[in-house]
């Protein structure tokens, strides 16, 4: 297993585009988290599966904002008509449900450029 | 979540031991102290956490006080790729392993 994985790493936009961004997760983790970090900032909270269902959202995860995991396994961010107050880091998350070690492992992220 | 306080940044020498303080005066009993990093460019990496013992991996060792009111973090012998942010997250082990995240102290390991 290669970890968390996400596509794109990178992505510029113009303003008003959307933007849909994929996070496979470590196979067997049924949990899955997004997060978005600005510059200088620690990551932030956006959203959380447990397998297919999203059980948690952030007040952050604006209606513009959209969070699937259709089959619990991969899942996609989509931002609609950007602003570019959305640049930033989208970093996903996967941990186990069960065993000794259920700490969450991060992927590299999606660095979004709204322009 | 108990709010954390840590230093914004510090520096330590290559080779020399790296302790990072974490303030988190208001943990409740139930909560875990956990430690992540980030090195440039990445996603944050898991270190270590624990309850009330001194816990210690083979990245590093947690220092707990017997109040839990703050914590140490230490990197044994501190190489260049040590050279990251540190979060502290104090945090309930229950439902999700969802993060609060703060700023972190940026660690620069000096050669």
């Known amino acids: 297993d290669t970890g968390v994985s996400q596509n794109p790493r990178h992505k510029i936009t113009k303003r008003g585009q959307n933007v849909t961004f994929r996070c496979d997760p470590i196979s067997e983790h049924n949990r899955l988290y997004w997060y978005r970090q600005t510059l200088g900032q620690g990551p932030e909270f956006l959203t959380y599966?447990?397998?297919?269902?999203?059980?948690?959202k952030s007040r952050l995860l604006s209606d513009r904002f959209s969070a699937e995991r259709p089959k619990g396994s991969f899942s996609t961010l989509e931002i609609q008509r950007t602003e570019q107050g959305d640049s930033a880091m989208y970093l996903c998350?996967?941990?186990?449900?069960?065993?000794?070690?259920?700490?969450?492992?991060f992927g590299q992220g999606t660095r979004l450029t709204v322009v | 979540d108990a709010k954390t306080t840590q230093p914004p940044s510090m520096d330590c020498a290559e080779g020399r031991a790296a302790n990072l303080p974490c303030n988190h005066s208001t943990i409740s009993g139930n909560e875990y102290v956990y430690w992540y990093r980030q090195i440039h460019s990445q996603g944050p990496q898991y270190i270590i956490h624990?309850?009330?013992n001194n816990e210690t991996n083979e990245m590093a060792s947690l220092i707990i006080t017997e109040d839990r009111k703050s914590s140490t973090l230490i990197l044994p012998h501190a190489t260049l790729r040590d050279t990251a942010v540190y979060y502290c997250i104090v945090r309930v082990v229950f439902g999700n392993e969802k993060l609060t995240f703060g700023t972190g102290t940026r660690l620069t390991i000096i050669p």
């Open positions: 998350a996967s941990s186990p449900l069960y065993g000794v070690r259920t700490e969450a492992f």
């Open positions: 624990g309850l009330k």
């Open positions: 599966f447990q397998n297919e269902a999203q059980l948690e």
